[in-house]
T-cell receptor, first 114, second 111 residues
């Protein structure tokens, strides 16, 4: 069965450093997302991406965050200057047709900001 | 604002018993979905119920939706040890693109 893959599985960085989290969505999917989950808390929406542009973003997704689909397969989340509070599990997801329906999630990248 | 609150927060039952989890939400929705998350892993879609549906079945799963009460329930029948996981409801809250998640119910199935 096709799956969403994320790399790396764990990322440790120093506060203020830039990180890039990588995702390969399912190939025939049209909608791409980033969510995050701080330990013990709810899953939070960050951004959705469709037709090579951001379709919706949350308040969390400020100027420090950006997304890119540099080629036909990868989908990246960049955090320019990480803060301690950015420590979380970051999930990439994709969906086939209708947005916000039946999302397929990757296994996540655990980001630790020290 | 918080949307999607599950209860109970944790549920521990014997294998073979039925498990019921509930979810409440605040805004109008187009659909409500349930996902499962095994420890430290990604979320797996289980079932979607649309706002004009009242009940839906998928294998051992039964989902109900009461839009007048803004609530949903997930029933897992004849539970198995492999059902041990956290279960989350997610609503679209009227958005086309984002899901709003509950805090989840941690389900433990004792062998």
């Amino acid at each position: 069965e096709p799956e969403v893959t994320q790399t790396p599985s764990h990322q440790v960085t120093q506060m203020g450093q830039e990180v890039i989290l990588r995702c390969v969505p399912i190939s025939n999917h049209l909608y791409f997302y980033w969510y995050r989950q701080i330990l013990g808390q709810k899953v939070e929406f960050l951004v959705s991406f469709y037709n090579n542009e951001i379709s919706e973003k949350s308040e969390i997704f400020d100027d420090q965050f950006s997304v890119e689909r540099p080629d036909g397969s990868n989908f990246t989340l960049k955090i320019r200057s990480t803060k301690l509070e950015d420590s979380a599990m970051y999930f990439c997801a994709s969906s086939e047709m209708l947005a916000a329906e039946k999302l397929f999630f990757g296994s996540g990248t655990q980001l630790s900001v020290l | 604002s918080q949307q999607g609150e599950e209860d109970p927060q944790a549920l521990s039952i014997q294998e073979g018993e039925n498990a019921t989890m509930n979810c409440s939400y605040k805004t109008s929705i187009n659909n409500l979905q349930w996902y499962r998350q095994n420890s430290g892993r990604g979320l797996v879609h289980l079932i979607l119920i649309r706002s004009n549906e009242r009940e839906k079945h998928s294998g051992r799963l039964r989902v109900t939706l009461d839009t007048s009460k803004k609530s949903s329930s997930l029933l897992i029948t004849a539970s198995r040890a492999a059902d041990t996981a956290s279960y989350f409801c997610a609503t679209d809250g009227g958005s086309n693109y984002q899901l709003i998640w509950g805090a989840g119910t941690k389900l433990i199935i004792k062998p």
